[in-house]
């Protein structure tokens, strides 16, 4: 293994590891920290973990627990992947696990760049953008779980950890990667660093050899490849001929209009909170109804910011979460059993949950199906999974997806 990746999310984690893919690197994905011996000759890792929204401590410990795997695998090069829209709180946890990765690698200064300019993402005078709107005029200002609401990376960055935050503007950036190294002083600890172009990402990669770890979104791995001497090369798609479903957990703007595009097309089930923690609903009696309908039907709980904030009002933010993402989980699990082909995850928690109740160790990884969202095929599960960031793909995602899917002759990009 050459490259290592500790991802905060799930969707994060299938992400960047087809950034990897794309590049031409054979890359495995692990859901959680593995036990035992890397999947033969991949020349990349990835780590699942759930530490996104885990309590501090947790989070440091499970990303330190997976850098100890990845180097005794060999990876020469660690990576922490966190989501191009630096979810986060006031108390972390990008910043506390950057500060113990970099202790444990002795690192610095350390690369931090969410930029993913395919998706819109980009970073300028060190301020995160969604498309044409500063971070905190996006929506992610009304994330249930990680508001964003300043757009300032040094500043979210400074309010985290102990550790010095520098920047490397677009200025030096554009002059290529001797300009991006000289801007980067030893004595500070993480570089803030501009993007707004896949060219700038490339520069970016290229100054970041032999750099034990980087943080970023998927895009910061688009030049890492080409260090270790890797090319691109296509290879088969995964597709499965099976009956599909879409699972919605997200609440982003994103999704919501995904989810209100897909009800057009095909039947549709809402789950709240309420109903669960009622016992009002069981995924036993929702998977049936999934497999009796024709067309591939829809189980979502993508509500609007203000009846997310009411659910949490009522039952409190962690018992509301943890009542869906359970149902989510034991429904993925009931559908595998009943013979699901196809499964279409929307958001980080959710697609988390449902790779936990498939028992899902490890992923291989298949061709686009937008960006940022690939195929993938759990090693000991005969169906496909789409497992979606909440703030990815266009309207029509789901029955694009959904198509996609089928096509077991699919060739991913070179």
Not at 26 to 48: K, L, R
Not at 104 to 122: H, K, M, W, Y
Request: glycine share 12%; charged share 20%; hydrophobic share 45%.
């Amino acid at each position: 293994m050459k490259l290592g990746v500790i991802a905060d999310d799930f969707t994060g984690a299938s992400d960047i590891a087809l950034t990897i893919a794309e590049a031409g690197m054979s890359v495995t994905q692990y859901i959680g920290i593995p036990v035992g011996d890397a999947t033969s000759g991949s020349d990349a890792g990835v780590v699942a973990l759930k530490s996104r929204t885990a309590a501090v401590s947790e989070a440091v410990a499970d990303s330190l627990a997976a850098c100890n795997w990845l180097k005794a695998q060999g990876a020469e090069q660690i990576v922490l992947k966190v989501c191009s829209t630096f979810d986060s709180t006031a108390e972390g946890n990008i910043g506390p696990v950057l500060e113990a990765l970099a202790a444990r690698l002795g690192a610095g200064p350390v690369i931090v760049c969410p930029a993913f300019p395919e998706n819109g993402r980009s970073v300028y005078q060190g301020h995160l953008f969604v498309t044409d709107k500063l971070l905190n005029e996006s929506g992610m200002q009304d994330h249930p779980l990680t508001p964003m609401t300043d757009p300032d990376i040094r500043r979210v960055l400074a309010a985290q950890t102990n550790l010095t935050v520098g920047h490397v503007s677009i200025h030096a950036v554009s002059k290529g990667t001797d300009a991006i190294v000289a801007a980067m002083p030893a004595d500070t600890a993480l570089m803030v660093t501009d993007a707004i172009h896949d060219g700038d990402l490339l520069e970016i990669g290229n100054a970041a050899r032999g750099m034990p770890l980087l943080c970023g979104g998927s895009g910061i791995a688009l030049g890492l490849p080409g260090n270790f001497g890797v090319t691109a090369s296509p290879t088969k798609s995964l597709g499965n001929r099976g009956a599909g479903v879409v699972l919605s957990g997200s609440c982003s703007k994103a999704t919501r209009a995904q989810v209100a595009s897909y009800r057009q097309l095909a039947p549709s089930r809402e789950i709240s909170a309420g109903e669960l923690l009622e016992g009002g609903v069981n995924a036993e009696d929702v998977a049936a109804w999934v497999m009796e309908q024709e067309a591939a039907p829809m189980v979502f709980s993508s509500a609007d910011p203000d009846v997310v904030k009411d659910a949490q009002r009522q039952f409190g933010a962690s018992l509301a979460a943890e009542a869906i993402e359970g149902f989510f989980a034991e429904l993925a699990a009931v559908l595998a059993r009943r013979g699901i082909g196809r499964i279409v995850v929307a958001g980080g928690e959710t697609s988390g949950a449902v790779v936990k109740g498939l028992g899902v160790n490890a992923l291989e990884i298949g061709p686009r199906l937008a960006a940022g969202v690939p195929m993938v095929r759990p090693l000991n599960a005969d169906l496909v999974l789409a497992l979606k960031s909440g703030n990815f793909g266009g309207e029509t995602f789901f029955e694009d997806a959904l198509r996609l899917m089928l096509d077991t002759e699919m060739e991913k990009a070179g």
